[in-house]
């Protein structure tokens, strides 16, 4: 029986969304599929592998704690945790106190929703979170809940009466009613004038950008609402699951928008493959939370940190953050010269450093989301792997050690595709 019958016969459908490929092995920017055919890889798995795949120093640092043998420790210490913990840090520019390292990106927002209600009832305030319609914060309950999305919360049964969804500032909005960011904020606040900022509200959270359209916000909008937590002393968390480690050309993209933030969410590129994710917070985050209190079985072990060493290392010796904000700037000089190509159906390119977003009409002429799964699947037939989002977009986040010629021959190979789609599908 061929693999892909296998996991569809014993598998979890909810896995079975992606393209229809077998990897087999994975180097640099591309990935080999079981007939050996070789493929540009424009994902990085899903924004994992931003040092490049099969990255020797990585490989190198896991193979030495499995040579020890020092597989798993629990929550006991070992010295592999101690040096991922600093480095962690000073990679943030000691911006952060402290660390909690977990398996999974869902994990981590839940630990963010908890620490955030933790401090509301440490400081007398009722559990309010606010965070914004159509962002994306993970598949869990809590994490569901803080998510924008509201069919995907459909089976939990109930909406969580604490949680409110303001509206997120696409840029469509602020130009048809003529706002910034920050006067589109302050309005936004009228929705709940009727909660008392300063009593009621423990903590607010923002994807660095709404997810499945690398979409960013105006400066000002985030800058006002760092303004409006710090004075209502909310504890501001910012998800970073697909943005952090380099990949929209600083290390993490709050850096874009010029705030601090008390919490900030990481996964995916941290472990460059490995499973680890980790909340990095303010001290006052963590003020009343007692030994034993937040712990995981996975958390911080051996050969996960030794995964975000060798990481934190390749980015810092390849210049990667660097690479990232100049081949970011022609990776998007390029994706917007084809969107000057095809005005009547690009809509607009989303996106920073090398995370990008091709975002297509959706309207009576153009179904948006069936050319970009046309697209999508096209484009695998030419060796070029992007990452299908289900809606009228396709995302495109590569390695961070991708060259400008491989750039510019993905981004012609996603020309000619689109031009086909257009074509085959009589738009």
Request: hydrophobic share 35%; with cysteine.
């Amino acid at each position: 029986m061929k693999l892909n019958k296998i996991l569809k016969k014993y598998e979890n459908p909810g896995m079975h969304n992606q393209l229809g490929v077998i990897w087999k092995k994975a180097k640099g920017a591309f990935i080999y599929d079981n007939r050996n055919k070789k493929y540009l890889d424009f994902t990085s798995t899903i924004f994992v592998a931003n040092i490049g795949h099969g990255n020797k120093k990585l490989i190198k640092k896991i193979s030495e704690v499995l040579d020890i043998p020092l597989l798993h420790t629990y929550n006991y210490q070992h010295k592999y945790r101690v040096e991922y913990i600093k480095k962690l840090i000073k990679f943030t520019n000691y911006n952060f106190d402290k660390v909690y390292l977990l398996s999974g990106g869902s994990e981590t927002t839940e630990a963010a929703l908890k620490l955030m209600r933790i401090f509301g009832k440490e400081n007398k305030r009722k559990p309010i979170i606010i965070s914004l319609k159509g962002n994306w914060h993970g598949r869990t309950m809590g994490s569901e809940h803080m998510a924008g999305n509201e069919s995907g919360k459909d089976w939990i049964g109930y909406r969580d009466k604490y949680i409110y969804h303001l509206d997120f500032p696409y840029s469509e909005n602020l130009k048809k009613n003529r706002l910034s960011g920050k006067q589109f904020f302050l309005d936004s606040l009228k929705k709940i004038k009727h909660l008392n900022f300063k009593k009621d509200i423990s903590g607010l959270i923002l994807e660095a950008f709404q997810g499945w359209g690398a979409i960013m916000y105006p400066k000002d909008y985030v800058k006002e609402v760092s303004k409006f937590c710090k004075k209502n002393n909310i504890l501001f968390t910012i998800d970073e699951m697909q943005s952090g480690f380099g990949r929209t050309g600083k290390k993490f993209c709050y850096e874009h928008y010029e705030v601090n933030p008390d919490i900030i969410c990481c996964g995916k590129g941290m472990g460059s493959g490995f499973p680890i994710s980790g909340l990095l917070a303010k001290n006052k985050a963590f003020k009343n939370i007692l030994p034993g209190s937040m712990s995981s079985t996975h958390s911080g072990n051996p050969m996960a940190c030794a995964a975000g060493i060798a990481t934190i290392d390749e980015i810092n010796r390849l210049k990667l953050v660097k690479k990232s904000f100049q081949n970011g700037k022609y990776f998007h000089e390029l994706l917007n010269k084809l969107m000057e190509e095809y005005p009547e159906f690009i809509k607009e390119i989303n996106g920073k450093g090398l995370i990008a977003a091709i975002i297509f009409y959706k309207n009576k002429k153009i179904d948006g989301v069936k050319l970009a799964n046309y697209m999508s699947e096209h484009l695998l037939k030419q060796n070029l792997i992007v990452v299908k989002t289900g809606r009228e977009s396709i995302k495109l986040g590569p390695p961070l050690i991708i060259t400008r010629s491989q750039i510019k021959n993905g981004v012609n190979q996603i020309r000619k595709s689109l031009d086909i789609s257009i074509k085959k599908n009589k738009f």
